[in-house]
Each structure stands twice: as structure tokens, then as C-alpha cells.
């Protein structure tokens, strides 16, 4: 099936930087999701965006859905070792009864 | 938010064997849930809709017979992986849609970690 373009694919960063991964569309969707994946687990909503333009923030996580409807981004300020994990971002059209689209993820790790 | 659980969390089983997989939503309704696979260091793959009341709905590619799902209540829904191989090995998660909630809201299960010897 249809994936977003996700990037980086991976980052290895020092603790207290900041991050930003984004992810693209040659379609629309109506809603953007960013989840964090954590080793054997299921991934855990991080922050949902309904609208285009929307700037939504989540402790030291911020997220925008881009006004084409095409991309959104994610940013994690000042990070911190349980930081670590898989970030995907997701897109869902109100017409496709919940089905999500996921990005390939960005593995992110954080050295103390 | 709300919590959907998966039992098992991980099963080994023998090349031929059947394995079923169970998914809940805890504390909300789910008429609808979605089956997903996994394999290390990659994204989630849709395998299929799963739709209470009536039949499952695969994504192009999966083999119906070989994925059974039944979605027995407004809670459950059941994934049976039939004569299992090698490569039916992976990381299974369901998801589920909180359409109680404003925005429909998918919550997802902790996975489960099928190894087929």
C-alpha cells in the first residue's frame, strides 16, 4: 500500500539537542498522527492534528500539519535518553474509515 | 485514552500449527479494528480490517484463508494465523479506533511476537 516519505531515517544525537523529523505526501490527508514506537511494544500516540496549519504542542514535542495537507513535522526539544525509540508519523483521510498510512519511521538515539 | 490489550504477547509454535491472536479494547467500543504486521526495523503493514458484524476486509496481497479474523463482539477481535511457517514470523498488532471520542482517536495494542520454528 501507499507510504509516506518519512526522514530521516535515522538520528544519533547527544542528549539536550533538539530534533525534527518530517514526513511527505504526493496526496492529502485529512488528519496527521505521530507515534513513538518502543522496542516490542505498540506504538503510542503522541500528538494528532486535524487541521491544516495546526500547531500542536505535547510537553517538549511540537508537531504542525502543513497547509498543503502534503507533510507535517515533529520536533522534540531538549532531548533526553527515553527519547530513544521509532517515531512514525501517520495519515488518515475521514474517508477511509480509520485506515491509517504510516511513514517508514526515524529510528532516534540519544547518547547521554 | 483508552486500551486495547493483545493476548498473547508472544508465541512460538511449529511450522503447520495455527495460532490465534486476540485483541481487546478495554474500556470503549470498537466496531471496527485493524490488523497489523511488522518486521523488524520497519514500518506497520495493514493486513486487514476487521469489522463487527460482518466480514474482514483484506489489503491487496493478504491471503484471507490464511489470515482468518473474526470480530466476535464490540470488544474482540481475533486473528488466526492457519498453518503456520517460518515466514509468517513477525510482530502483530491490532489497532482500534475510539469513535466514542471527538477526533476517533486509534489507540493501538502492545503486539504480538510470532515465531514459527
Known amino acids: 500500500g501507499q507510504q509516506l516519505n518519512q526522514s530521516p531515517q535515522s538520528m544519533f544525537i547527544q542528549e539536550g539537542e533538539d530534533v525534527s523529523m518530517n514526513c511527505t505526501s504526493s496526496?492529502?490527508?485529512?488528519?496527521w498522527l505521530w507515534y513513538k514506537q518502543d522496542p516490542g511494544e505498540g506504538p503510542v500516540l503522541l500528538i494528532a492534528l486535524y487541521k491544516a496549519g495546526e500547531l500542536t504542542s505535547n510537553g517538549r514535542l511540537t508537531a504542525q500539519f502543513g497547509i498543503t495537507r502534503k507533510d507535517s513535522f515533529l520536533n522534540i526539544s531538549a532531548s533526553i535518553p527515553s527519547d530513544v525509540g521509532i517515531y512514525f508519523c501517520a495519515g488518515q483521510l475521514w474517508t477511509s474509515y480509520g485506515k491509517l498510512t504510516f511513514g517508514q519511521g526515524t529510528i532516534l538515539t540519544v547518547h547521554p | 485514552g483508552a486500551v486495547v490489550s493483545q493476548h498473547p504477547s508472544r508465541v512460538i509454535c511449529k511450522s503447520g500449527t495455527s495460532v490465534k491472536i486476540e485483541c481487546r479494547s478495554l474500556?470503549?467500543?470498537?466496531?471496527?479494528m485493524f490488523w497489523y504486521r511488522q518486521f523488524p526495523k520497519q514500518s506497520l503493514m495493514l493486513m486487514a480490517t476487521?469489522?463487527?458484524?460482518?466480514?474482514?476486509?483484506?489489503e491487496q496481497g493478504v491471503e484471507k484463508d490464511k489470515f482468518l479474523i473474526n470480530h466476535a463482539s464490540l470488544t474482540l477481535s481475533t486473528l488466526t494465523v492457519t498453518s503456520a511457517h517460518p515466514e509468517d514470523s513477525s510482530f502483530y498488532i491490532c489497532?482500534?479506533?475510539?469513535?466514542?471520542?471527538?477526533?476517533?482517536?486509534?489507540?493501538f495494542g502492545p503486539g504480538t511476537r510470532l515465531t514459527v520454528l
Open positions: 496526496s492529502i490527508f485529512n488528519t
Open positions: 489497532s482500534a479506533p475510539d469513535r466514542e471520542g471527538v477526533y476517533n482517536e486509534q489507540f
Open positions: 476487521s469489522n463487527e458484524g460482518s466480514k474482514a476486509t483484506y
Open positions: 474500556d470503549f467500543q470498537a466496531t471496527t
